[in-house]
């Protein structure tokens, strides 16, 4: 690469940004296409849920500065400086914002009743009731509902237009006309038409529509919560020891090496090894595993996990930014804030929605007018203020986002990470998995499973024999044997001569008698006798694909030991399931054709091939998909990377530390294979819900305008009331969000 290509990668930041003034769903397609065109911008984002815009620019020609203030021109704040600061800022701002909307919306609805008692029941029988109406309802105009005439205002300078427009234009109408009709009555009266005032409708219009806005904003404040979650759990202060002293800092300033106190009950603040103590940390919040885990000095621990009993030391190795947990809010928010290809289609379709909707709306007016019965000019009046209130970019804007945000939410806190809107899209259509055996399928661990003496007399002496020659071997499956014998109380004794054996095991001498531990053919070439018995036992654990390990002293093997990497609990539940969604499954490992074959039967996998080295895994998975499979990959991470890479969706299963997220599509914290089927759950109900939101919030529109043109005036004389168009309109945002919403029970464990 040469010099300049590096200095452009350089010039080039890709970040998030909160943003300050959005008040619906279209503001983020405004924003967004607003900022588009610019020159420097290579991709751009804006998420309205959770008040962000994610960026892609080159600052070689463009500076954030000149950003911020062409978004300041619409009316847009974007937000810099530290995340958590954003973030403050973001929650400050919205928590005020929803107390204007609040004392707004009482307001409203404080002097619009009146008007609508009046209008509705005692038309023509109050003195000076146009004028009362008009008193009334100026200030539920132009307090109250400024905010719509403001921000219209804002986009008409720059020929751009959204929700507001609409709402602007509709109750204003409304307004002007009832306002004409009230000082001078006398014009519609000179050419006999009754001069009616529509009052009601313009002040119901705006309180329908802040209740909306209030309700959704009260909604979408729940859609955001995992990342709240997240961020808070890591503590504000914490205490270190510096120069022989506990003293207590703000997290900020916690730097690597430092050595940190944690007592009972404290939450970790950054990734770090235990230096001194024991405790049990529970990591459910990063991992979604409820059991706590047992830690000890040299241990790791990870930020926003808590400390449950005893008092801990630990060393930070990772802090701020660079902590597991902040990988994973990081993770989490660029996911929220992804597009999947259906949502690309409805911004192109909101960002031209508002003009169509105002030509709809002076269409509608002229035919009223130029065919319309009489009195033409009132028809033609209230079908323009309907069509244009009733249309609702704001519920196919919200559909999407929302149910991003509460999908990969609730998966964060079950420990299923999900990279992008893509990978949940792709994740639905998965029609074929493979499934890396060890440490997917399998623990990974191997563990003593059998263990058989040929008689029990001496027993405890051959363990504690046993314990001491596999202690000094570096073998895994020794390390295994010794695991198991400390755990039922072995004690090391003194021997000599100890020897290992490549290939063979290993041997060493207790009271000048040698003992032998190993395989077949150590015990063939030391001419050691091994019981018609044993060699049976030792057979038929052969057959279910362990590792057979013999002891013997010099004369006669004296038992029979079976190691095997033992299938995870859930596994063949999990596979079950799968199979049930219609889910192909296939089985990959470097192990032999027999331990495959054991595993697979276990487990109820059909398809599986054995002795597959990891670079054959992708050109494996390619075949699959020229058969026209949308193939899964769950693997480890790391020596699957390739494979993970190849398929159309990688799920990388590990502790979330050393495993290749870049490569995967959706990780999950803890190897689980129900997890997988969670994840497909997840995305599943994820993708159904944002369909669902997409076809109700079109069928809305659809059914929706032409009844509020007059479409079914001609054969039932039916016209819709602004005032219910209003209620449609508002309602039909806080449905969506309410559909997302109930996201959060369907996909609970």
């Not at 204003?172 to 009754?194: E, K, W």
């Not at 075949?623 to 193939?631: A, E, F, N, R, Y």
């Not at 479409?711 to 009331?721: E, Q, T, V």
Request: glycine content about 8%.
């Amino acid at each position: 690469m040469d010099m300049k290509a590096e200095e452009e990668i350089d010039a080039v930041v890709k970040e998030s940004y909160g943003v300050v003034g959005m008040t619906c769903a279209s503001c983020a397609v405004s924003l967004e296409s607003y900022l588009k065109p610019s020159e420097g911008i290579r991709e751009i984002s804006v998420n309205y849920p959770n008040k962000s815009v994610a960026l892609t620019f080159d600052t070689g020609i463009i500076a954030l500065d000149q950003i911020k203030s062409k978004a300041l021109e619409i009316g847009y704040e974007i937000l810099t400086g530290d995340e958590a600061e954003q973030q403050e800022v973001l929650d400050q701002k919205e928590d005020k914002r929803l107390e204007q909307l609040k004392s707004k919306l009482i307001f409203a609805v404080v002097l619009s009743s009146p008007v609508f008692v009046m209008a509705m029941f005692f038309m023509g029988q109050v003195p000076y009731e146009n004028w009362i109406m008009l008193v009334l309802s100026a200030p539920v105009l132009f307090w109250s509902g400024s905010e719509f005439f403001l921000n219209a205002w804002k986009k008409l300078q720059h020929f751009s237009s959204n929700m507001d427009t609409l709402v602007a234009l509709s109750t204003g109408v409304a307004f002007v006309f009832s306002f004409f009709n009230t000082i001078y009555p006398q014009f519609f009266l000179d050419h006999s038409i009754t001069p009616h005032v529509y009052y009601e409708s313009a002040v119901i219009i705006v309180t329908l529509i802040l209740l909306g806005r209030y309700l959704e904003e009260r909604a979408k404040g729940k859609t955001s919560s995992a990342i709240k979650k997240l961020m808070g759990l890591q503590p504000k202060q914490v205490v270190v020891f510096r120069n022989g002293e506990e003293i207590s800092i703000p997290i900020s300033e916690v730097v690597k090496g430092e050595l940190i106190l944690l007592k009972p009950g404290d939450k970790i603040p950054v990734d770090g090894k235990v230096k001194r103590g024991d405790s049990y940390i529970d990591e459910s919040m990063i991992t979604g595993e409820p059991i706590p885990v047992h830690k000890l000095k040299g241990e790791q621990v990870y930020a926003g996990t808590v400390n449950q009993k005893g008092s801990l030391q630990i060393l930070a190795n990772k802090v701020g930014g660079e902590t597991l947990l902040a990988q994973i809010i990081q993770l989490v928010k660029s996911a929220q804030a992804s597009k999947p290809p259906i949502q690309k289609l409805v911004d192109k379709v909101a960002g031209v929605f508002v003009p169509i909707v105002i030509g709809l709306a002076l269409l509608t007016f002229f035919m009223w007018y130029f065919l319309g019965p009489d009195p033409s000019i009132t028809y033609a009046f209230v079908t323009l203020i309907t069509v244009l209130i009733i249309a609702c970019p704001c519920a196919l804007g919200l559909a999407t986002p929302t149910a991003l945000m509460v999908g990969i939410g609730k998966g964060a806190e079950q420990g299923i990470l999900i990279k992008d809107a893509q990978a949940l899209e792709v994740a639905y259509k998965t029609n074929a998995l493979v499934l890396d055996k060890t440490g997917t399928i399998t623990q990974g661990k191997p563990q003593v499973t059998d263990v058989n003496w040929k008689n029990n007399s001496g027993k405890e002496l051959f363990e504690d024999i046993l314990l001491t020659i596999e202690s000094k071997s570096e073998h895994p499956i020794a390390e295994a044997v010794a695991q198991h014998l400390r755990k039922n109380g072995s004690k090391p004794v003194d021997i000599t001569s100890f020897q290992s054996i490549t290939g063979q095991g290993a041997k060493a001498k207790y009271e000048d008698e040698w003992f032998f531990i190993g395989n077949d053919e150590l015990v063939l070439d030391n001419n050691i006798d091994f019981s018609t018995e044993l060699q049976t036992l030792a057979s038929e654990l052969k057959s279910q694909a362990k590792t057979v390990v013999l002891f013997a002293d010099h004369h006669e093997v004296l038992g029979v030991m079976a190691i095997a990497d033992n299938i995870t609990e859930s596994s063949k539940q999990a596979i079950h399931t799968l199979k049930k969604m219609g889910i192909e499954i296939h089985m990959l490992t470097g192990d032999n054709q027999e331990t495959a074959e054991a595993i697979a039967n276990q487990v109820g996998i059909d398809n599986y091939q054995a002795q597959v080295k990891p670079a054959d895994k992708g050109a494996f998975i390619t075949d699959l998909q020229s058969q026209g499979k949308i193939v899964a990959m769950a693997g480890d991470g790391i020596n699957d990377s390739h494979a993970l890479a190849q398929a159309d969706i990688g799920i990388a299963m590990g502790s979330g530390t050393d495993i290749a997220m870049e490569s995967a599509g959706i990780t999950l914290m803890h190897s689980d294979l129900l997890q997988i089927t969670r994840a497909i759950t997840l995305s599943k109900a994820t993708i159904r819900t944002i369909r669902q939101n997409l076809f109700w919030a079109f069928i809305y529109n659809v059914i929706a305008i032409p009844v509020a043109a007059g479409a079914l005036f001609p054969l039932f004389g039916f016209l819709l009331n602004p005032m219910i168009a209003g209620a449609a309109m508002a309602m039909s945002s806080v449905s969506v969000v309410s559909n997302s919403l109930r996201l959060k029970n369907q996909i609970d464990k």
